[in-house]
C-alpha cells in the first residue's frame, strides 16, 4: 500500500502542525502531522460525527481509525465518567492522539495501534464511532463494519460517517445487512456526508 494515511509506519518525513479548533462548543488545541489523515485540520466528515454523535456520561467507547484524536477526544468529553479507546493502524496517528489528549488535558481514555479491531480483539463497547478509511477499501471497510457489530454491547450503538461519492449507499446496504435494516438509522446528512446509527438489538 502507498505511504498514506492508511500506512502503519509513514515513510512521509514529520512536519508536525499545531491548530486550535472549537468541536461542539469546546475548544481543542491539536496537532497534525505529514502521512496522518486531514492533517491541515478536522475534516467536515469528522465535523458531521462529531456534532450529531451521542454518547452517554459512563460509556465505553471506541474510536477506531482515530487518526490525531478529534473525534475520541470530544467523545471523552461527553463521558466523563466513561471510558474512550482511540485506536489506529497508522502509529504516527496513534502518538499523536496520545500527545493531543495530555495537551487538552484529557484522561479517561487510552491508545493502541491497530489493524481494525486486533487490538481490542477480547473487548466490547457502548459506542463505537468510525470516519472509516475508505482509501483502503472497500473490502476492509465492510470489514470494520461486521466486525463492530461484534465488538458491540447489546444495545450499543456503532457510528459511521460517510460521504455519497464515497460509496454510502452501498455502505448503508452493507451495515443493514450485518445489523438489520430497522437497526440502521440516518441521523444526519450535510454536503454529501451521510451519518448512520447502528444499534446492535
Same mark, same amino acid.
Given at each position: ?71 475520541? @477526544?470530544? +467523545? &471523552? ?6 471510558? $474512550?479507546? /482511540?485506536?489506529?493502524?497508522?502509529? !504516527? =496517528? ?21 489493524? @481494525?479491531? +486486533? &487490538? ?6 457502548? $459506542?463505537? /464511532?468510525?470516519?472509516?478509511?475508505? !482509501? =483502503? ?65
Amino acid at each position: 500500500m502507498n505511504d498514506h494515511y492508511y500506512s502503519n509506519k509513514p515513510k512521509s518525513a514529520s512536519n508536525r502542525r499545531a491548530f486550535e479548533t472549537v468541536l461542539r462548543g469546546i475548544n481543542l488545541r491539536l496537532t497534525s502531522d505529514a502521512g496522518v489523515f486531514s492533517r491541515d485540520g478536522v475534516d467536515f466528515g469528522s465535523r458531521v460525527l462529531i456534532e450529531q454523535m451521542e454518547i452517554p456520561s459512563d460509556a465505553q467507547v471506541l474510536d477506531i481509525g482515530c487518526g490525531y484524536g478529534p473525534i475520541g @477526544l470530544i +467523545a &471523552a468529553r461527553l463521558a466523563p465518567q466513561g471510558h $474512550v479507546k /482511540l485506536i489506529d493502524i497508522n502509529e !504516527r =496517528a496513534v502518538e499523536l492522539a496520545s500527545h493531543n489528549a495530555q495537551a487538552n488535558g484529557i484522561r479517561n481514555v487510552s491508545f493502541a495501534q491497530s489493524d @481494525l479491531f +486486533a &487490538a481490542v480483539a477480547t473487548e466490547t463497547f457502548d $459506542v463505537i /464511532l468510525s470516519n472509516p478509511p475508505i !482509501r =483502503a477499501g472497500k473490502v476492509v471497510v465492510h470489514q470494520l463494519f461486521m466486525e463492530s457489530w461484534q465488538h458491540l454491547n447489546p444495545g450499543g450503538s456503532t457510528w459511521v460517517v460517510i460521504q455519497n461519492k464515497q460509496g454510502a449507499p452501498s455502505a448503508r446496504a452493507k451495515l443493514e445487512e450485518i445489523y438489520g435494516e430497522e437497526q440502521v438509522v440516518e441521523v444526519g446528512k450535510d454536503k454529501g456526508f451521510r451519518l448512520y446509527r447502528c444499534t446492535r438489538k
